[in-house]
Nanobody, 120 residues
Framework: QVQLVESGGGLVQPGGSLRLSCAAS????????MGWYRQAPGKQREFVAT???????NYADSVKGRFTITRDNAKNTVTLEMNSLKSEDTAVYYC??????????????WGQGTQVTVSS
């Protein structure tokens, strides 16, 4: 079965950086759109960034210019580089994957999530 395992979360000061990684297994991911979503305490899950099989990227306005999503199809990994972090970036971050032709707003599969806390 599909498994998405995130790593790299933690505590960082405002203005700092973190890199999140996600290892995918149990499927064929090269054709999938990979992404990151997040959920802050008391809020709904929200889109952060996606990257298509061809390398096209899309970002939430709140993270544009600060976050960068990349993927390595040979290793089935996706990475989220986060810079200039703000307290409002504090959330559980989820790695996701969506199969080609899949309908619906949300991804098909989600990881367990990794906590990112931005605080001084």
């Amino acid at each position: 079965q599909v498994q998405l395992v995130e790593s790299g979360g933690g505590l960082v000061q405002p203005g700092g950086s973190l890199r999140l990684s996600c290892a995918a297994s149990g499927g064929f991911f090269r054709s999938n759109t990979m992404g990151w979503y997040r959920q802050a305490p008391g809020k709904q899950r929200e889109f952060v960034a996606t990257i298509t099989s061809g390398g096209g990227t899309n970002y939430a306005d709140s993270v544009k210019g600060r976050f960068t999503i990349t993927r390595d199809n040979a290793k089935n990994t996706v990475t989220l580089e986060m810079n200039s972090l703000k307290s409002e970036d504090t959330a559980v971050y989820y790695c996701t994957t969506k199969q080609p032709g899949s309908v619906g707003r949300w991804p098909d599969y989600w990881g367990q999530g990794t906590q990112v806390t931005v605080s001084s």
